[in-house]
């Protein structure tokens, strides 16, 4: 292998160099996995070969995780694929089935964990055509930042009965006199949330935002009531935003204090001299306000950081409205290595596998993503162009066809090379 096929991250500049016939590894996935992905892969072959005719390529390099990895080794994510994405920093995977009594949670929460994957970045907006349930799914247009590395998703429980569940309840009822009656068949799960962990997301949304000029960011939380968690993470939010960003932010707890010290009609006059100053509105909403925000007022949320556990719904939630799961994209990314996986956000849907029928949009969308993170944005911004010309054109898989009146229903095979004739 050549050096010059290695995506590299300058330690200094934090520059990423990306040679032009770069190494890529991908993971096919379970499930309909190997269905999307030949789809996903051709449109993205060609859509570099249209817009660099030649002078661009990417070289895919199969690494196994999953079922066929299971199947080949005898493992479910192999050492060799771990090293193989640490060392070309930048990859692409299909959905992975979750092991059952493989000894392993979860392979993603594995992936995100070996390479420190903190930030979760899921893209929503609504493509022209999608069929959605809301009478304006253009509103949403909103970037999510969700911890990938914390938070309940720790890994750290006890089942009910167990000696460490009770070990545990006993500690907290006799050492720590939690005010809390424990029943003996309780499970129990530990939630974490560190200043470090909460900061280094809270600065990777801020930065997104500075960059791609959006004018607000909103932290949502449940700090009302998991004060020392989800509260730390708005207040660590707040000061991170005051502290780093102090000359282009402008947070809703100055406003605050503002407000207390002399009055609000001098606060929101502050706010205003910023947001006209170009600064960006750090804002927070606690989580169960935010669903039904994100339905009755989407125009008011643009960037948002949120803990682990919160940004998995809400991403599924905001989701639902720009047209499912099929059509989300996702991105798992440490922005200080430059490490970055993207991905489908749905699931194996293991009843449709070997169908041909579901919608290579999401791992697709993921490619895009990709290609973005590598500053290819004209092979990108074709695929968006005709993927939404398909759609346009009513020439969809079957989960966009059963929401259409007088569409053309397509194979995921089909509705690639329909993209590809419209590139
Ligand atoms: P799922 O996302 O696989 O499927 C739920 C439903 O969504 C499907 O029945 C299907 O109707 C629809 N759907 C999913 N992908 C679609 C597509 N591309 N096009 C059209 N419709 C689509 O969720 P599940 O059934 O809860 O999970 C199945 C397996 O996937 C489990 O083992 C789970 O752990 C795993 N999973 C993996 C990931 C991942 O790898 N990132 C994410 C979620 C779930």
Known sequence: MQDNQ?????????????????????????????????AASRVLDAAVEKAY???????????????????????WLPKETVDDL???????????????????????????????????????????GVPSPVLHPEWVDMVIFRENTEDIY????????????KKLTDFLSSELQADYDFLPNSGVGVKVASKSGCERLVRAAIEYALINKRKSVTLVHKG??????????????????????????????QWERTKSEKGEEAANQEQEAATSAGKIIIKDVIADNFLQQILLNPR???VIATMNLNGDYISDALAAIVGGIGIAPGANINYQTGHALFEATHGTAPRFANTDSMNPSSVLLSGVMMLEYMGWQEAANSITAALVKTIKQKKVTVDFYNQMSDATLLKTSEFGSQIIENL
């Open 300 to 302: 008011d949320y643009e």
């Open 224 to 253: 009302n009531i998991m004060k020392f968690t989800e509260g730390a993470f708005k207040n660590w939010g707040y000061q991170l935003a005051e502290s780093e960003f102090a000359d282009q932010t402008y947070t809703w707890d």
């Open 6 to 38: 290695l995506i590299t991250k300058d330690p200094r500049s934090g520059e990423l160099k990306v040679p032009n016939h770069p190494i890529i590894p991908f993971i096919i996935g379970d499930g309909i996995g190997p269905d999307i992905w030949r």
């Open 86 to 128: 640490k060392k070309y920093l930048v990859s692409i995977k299909g959905p992975l089935t979750t092991p059952i009594g493989g000894g392993m949670r979860s392979l993603n929460v594995a992936l995100r964990k070996a390479l420190d994957l903190y930030v979760c970045l899921r893209p929503t907006k609504w493509y022209p």
């Open 53 to 75: 005719l030649g002078e661009r390529s990417i070289q895919w390099k199969e690494v196994l995780a999953g079922e066929k990895a299971h199947d080949k080794t005898g493992e």
């Open 154 to 165: 720790a890994g750290i429980e006890y089942v009910a009965g167990s000696a460490e569940s």
